[in-house]
């Protein structure tokens, strides 16, 4: 008997032991919601999103790194064509392609060719100007409406954001789940955050933009970690360490949310009252991942150890380098100690470039860092770089 009652206490100490690393995994905040994945993940066409030959081909040799109009449009156009062709009779509604129609509507403006733009209509078309809408409210069935929205801009013709604006009416008026964020993950800030503040501007309406800042700051203050200046990407990695023993921080998971910085605070009004804590986020992290920056301009999958990935990873990188930009552009970054970090990453890209115009070294669909080879091209990716492109070369006219 004595034996079981020691087994017992041994037991309830343990348990005691797990509740409390739980609760210090939460960084101090134990009455937030649960920022966890759903037991079942959502399915995504990860074949129509990218792949992985074993023999992509020699590299590029005809690019030039110069910050010029016609080195950076000669690149964009590059990727975008291959891209284009690879990938044109595989446009989707789901997230992966989201963000690459985005990028394609930039390419456009930067190059002044509409081809892109045009492939970007014709999806529209085909899809009738509708999201994905099964599983209201996942922020990734909400991310093609930024295209829409970007293109109904264009014309005011009230179809491109029919649905959008239906789905969004739906979701403004959605009471909190209190025992789970909305915005669970931190690549949702990429997804509908930016949707909600052009739906804004499109109608003058701030329900939708006061909707937003609610859910952001929930994330926010959730995922957010205060001393690294850096988003986990979920709550299972709270805790979770790299090879190195640092944290563990997912270099794609960062760049869609200073991708989101940099869409969100594009529409935001100038007197919004919160305005200034977004840039006051926003500043921090664009600090810490220059900071982080690897020697050969780029950063790797896991941020806080680049020893322990042999590739650098292009989405995150992609995603870093347009939100850079873009803080210069706007002048919300310092020109004289940013333009050499998204000169010195804009380089590292370029060299890979295939000889056919495939953007390789980026992650396949993951939650995590991970390993991949040096061929690996995927669509999200190519619209982070086409973003940064764009960006880029609105620098090089200032």
């Known amino acids: ?16 032991v797990l509740a409390a690393l739980t609760a210090s995994a939460q960084i101090a905040q134990p009455n937030l919601p649960q920022a966890a994945p759903p037991a079942a993940a959502p399915s995504v066409d990860r074949a129509a999103a990218g792949d992985s030959p074993d023999d ?12 010029t109009h016609a080195a950076i449009r000669q690149a964009v156009r590059k990727v975008a064509d291959w891209q284009l062709a690879h990938s044109e009779q595989r446009f989707n509604q789901q997230w992966t392609y989201a963000a690459l129609y985005d990028g394609m509507l930039a390419a456009s403006k930067a190059t002044g060719d509409p081809r892109y733009h045009d492939a970007v209509i014709h999806m529209a078309q085909r899809f009738d100007w509708k999201l994905l809408n099964a599983r209201f409210p996942h922020a990734d069935d ?11 801009l264009e014309t005011r013709d009230p179809v491109r954001m029919a649905d959008t604006k239906a789905i969004l009416n739906q979701l403004v008026v959605r009471p909190d789940d209190s025992s789970r964020l909305l915005w669970w993950w931190c690549d949702a800030l990429f997804m509908a955050p930016p949707v909600l503040a052009r739906m804004s501007a499109a109608t003058g309406d701030r329900r939708y933009l006061d909707y937003m800042d609610r859910e952001w700051w929930q994330t926010s203050a959730s995922l957010y970690d205060p001393s690294e200046h850096l988003y986990f990407r979920d709550s299972r990695y709270f805790t979770q360490k790299q090879e190195n023993g640092q944290k563990l921080f997912w270099a794609r998971g960062n760049g869609w949310v200073m991708g989101a910085f940099a869409k969100v605070l594009e529409v935001m009004p100038a007197d919004y009252p919160c305005r200034g804590k977004y840039l006051a986020q926003y500043r921090e992290m664009a600090a810490r991942i220059a900071s982080i920056q690897d020697k050969d301009g780029l950063w790797r999958s896991g941020l806080l150890d680049p020893e322990a990935y042999d590739l650098p990873e292009i989405s995150g990188s992609a995603f870093f380098t347009y939100s850079l930009a873009w803080g210069i552009n706007h002048g919300v970054l310092d020109r004289k100690t940013y333009e050499p ?3 010195r990453s ?12 495939r953007l390789g070294s980026i992650q396949p669909i993951d939650a995590q860092p991970g390993k991949f080879k040096p061929s690996a091209s995927s669509v999200y990716g190519v619209g982070g770089f086409l973003l940064a ?8 006219r200032k």
């Open 1 to 16: 008997m004595m034996n079981q009652v020691g087994r017992l206490a041994g037991i309830l100490a343990m348990v005691a």
């Open 56 to 67: 992509p081909g020699p590299l590029a040799t005809d690019l030039s790194p110069a910050l």
């Open 142 to 152: 909400m991310a093609l409406g930024q295209s829409y929205l970007d293109l109904y």
């Open 341 to 343: 970090v998204v000169k």
């Open 346 to 357: 804009w380089a590292g890209m370029l060299t890979h470039i295939y000889a056919d115009g």
């Open 389 to 396: 492109g764009a960006e880029l070369d609105a620098m090089a």
